[in-house]
């Protein structure tokens, strides 16, 4: 926990009411002699002296056992959640715009359980138990594109489950909150970026009978729409669906199994997908493309310097255009290939002259596939740009390829360049995930022992130009190799890389 979220989480407990030494671990609890001045907490307390508490109307009852009254400087309650969203716009089965805010029904149920301290529990419980009645929401509703013939799943505006806790903070004179920090995101969701589905108006429901009124079926057009945006779209996309489509808690080690089964059956899948795209299955197509389209394989890798702020000092970039390969037999872990592959290698002239040396050994001056360029700071987005740009007019799909991508994508969105931004880069291919896949791991490897399993000599890596080249070498390599172990399974015969023997 950093100095910043400790201070956050001292103001929320001064709010609360709560003891600090009794809710921070021992390590953790900051010293007032670190409350410099001018730190943004000083106002946040001189806030708190301000504010005065509104007087409750409402007496809670008395006891150990009644609700826990907290001070709060909150907007005052609204009486009930019909006033807090107009429907009177919204015809059922017409989306709502990208700007509104909607909360899963799933996790509106399980408020109490999973945001409810103990003593305030049983208090608050039997409101959620009896949520439905006696007050409106307005459903809205979403299905999945991958699987538009199941049941779609229910949202409802995250201001109408404000208002609902404003009712039952004015009844128990407490203080319900939506919870902040990570845990917001399941509270304020919005949809439909890049053209992907947004929730659908359902109707208004006063009561458990008028929520079993029937389902509509799935929207073609929303499938289509899914389909179309850009891959980084529909991963966003589908990474808000875990959310409302969250299913009871099971045990620990079921949960453990499930999710180790889903990474294992993601790593299949990518390698399946690149193998399609390679031409490696002939007759195959993916999802979103067309059979035998030519796409763009576009491998970038990035140096940064090591000592903070850690800035960019080199990105390499090899690229490979499929319609190059298509009568081209791949050779031994696609060696034929490989002198189609154009690489470029630019370095940051303001870090021309510095070397890492501490962490790995850094080798700029050595690029063994063409001759490196020098953009400055200031120039190097523009250079990036201009290269990934000549693919992205030449309206082909492109396919971002690197090794443990994610973090290549962090570095690139540093110096401004958001490659998830375009809908030309249609899908990201990371070759360290399909080795995972190919060897059944869970254990990602550095490109060098990737490179080492496939048998392929390498040399001068950790120089940007040099990484991206064998990246993409690797990515062929193992997406060919991964066919050749298992047609020898399938034969009995014992398997090892073809170029162990070259």
């Known amino acids: ?34 409350l410099v001045p001018g730190h943004p907490l000083n106002s946040a307390i001189n806030q708190l002296e301000q504010w005065q508490p509104q007087q409750q109307t409402t007496k809670p009852t008395e006891g150990p056992d009644a609700p826990r009254k907290f001070l709060t400087h909150d907007a005052g309650p609204r009486t009930c959640t019909q006033g807090a969203f107009d429907n009177s716009r919204f015809r059922p089965g017409e989306p709502l715009d990208g700007d509104a805010e909607f909360c899963p029904w799933v996790v ?5 359980k999973n945001y409810v301290g103990n003593t305030n529990r049983p208090h608050v419980t039997p409101f959620f ?29 995250t201001a109408q489950l404000q208002s609902f806790l404003d009712v039952i903070n004015e009844k128990l004179g407490i203080a319900l909150a939506i919870p902040g920090g990570v845990n917001s995101n399941r509270f304020f969701m919005r949809f439909g970026e890049g053209s992907t589905p947004r929730p659908r108006y359902l109707r208004r429901v006063h009561g458990e009978r008028d929520l079993e009124g029937g389902w509509p079926h799935g929207s073609i057009s929303d499938v289509q729409a899914f389909w179309s945006a850009s891959q980084m779209c529909r991963d966003r996309w589908l990474e808000k669906l875990k959310y409302v489509s969250t299913a009871p808690r099971k045990d620990k080690e079921q949960e ?8 294992r059956a993601d790593r299949r899948h990518m390698l399946d997908e690149a193998q399609t795209l390679l031409g490696l299955k002939q007759g195959r197509t993916v999802k979103g493309g067309k059979k035998g389209e030519d796409v763009i394989f576009f491998c970038v890798d990035i140096e940064a310097l090591e000592r903070p702020p850690n800035p960019v000092s080199e990105v390499g970039i090899a690229v490979l255009d499929s319609k190059d390969i298509r009568n081209i037999p791949p050779g031994a872990c696609g060696r034929n290939w490989w002198p189609l592959i154009r690489a ?40 990036i740009w201009s290269i990934l740009n000549t693919y992205i007019h030449a309206s082909k799909d492109i396919v971002l390829v690197g090794h443990d991508t994610k973090q290549d994508i962090r570095y690139l969105a540093s110096i ?12 990201i291919l990371d070759s360290q995930v399909m080795h995972q896949g190919w060897k059944d791991s869970d254990n990602g490897r550095g490109l060098e022992g990737v490179l ?11 120089n940007a130009g040099n990484d991206a080249v064998f990246t993409l070498r690797a990515f062929i390599g193992v997406a060919i190799e991964e066919i050749r172990q298992q047609e020898a399974e399938l034969k009995g015969e014992e398997y090892e890389p073809e170029l162990w023997n070259a």
Not at 416 to 427: E, F, K, M, Q
């Open 1 to 34: 926990m950093d100095a910043t979220q400790r201070l956050e989480q001292l103001v929320d407990a001064l709010c609360m009411g709560f003891s600090l030494t009794a809710e921070l671990p021992e390590d953790d609890r900051p010293s007032f002699e670190e």
């Open 108 to 112: 509106v149920q399980k408020y109490p």
């Open 129 to 157: 138990d009896n949520v439905l009645e006696g007050r409106a929401w307005d459903f809205f509703y979403l299905f999945d594109p991958t699987a538009p013939s199941q049941k779609p799943h229910l949202l409802v505006p």
């Open 256 to 263: 453990k199994r499930q999710r180790a089964a889903k990474r």
């Open 344 to 383: 470029h290698h630019l370095r940051t002239h303001e870090y021309a002259g510095l070397v890492n040396r501490r962490f790995v050994a850094g080798c700029p001056d050595y690029f063994d596939f063409g001759t490196s360029t020098f953009p400055t700071r200031a120039q190097l987005p523009h250079a």
């Open 416 to 427: 401004g360049v958001d490659v998830t931004g375009t809908n030309s880069i249609t899908r």
């Open 452 to 462: 080492a399993d496939l048998g392929m000599a390498s040399k001068n890596l950790h």
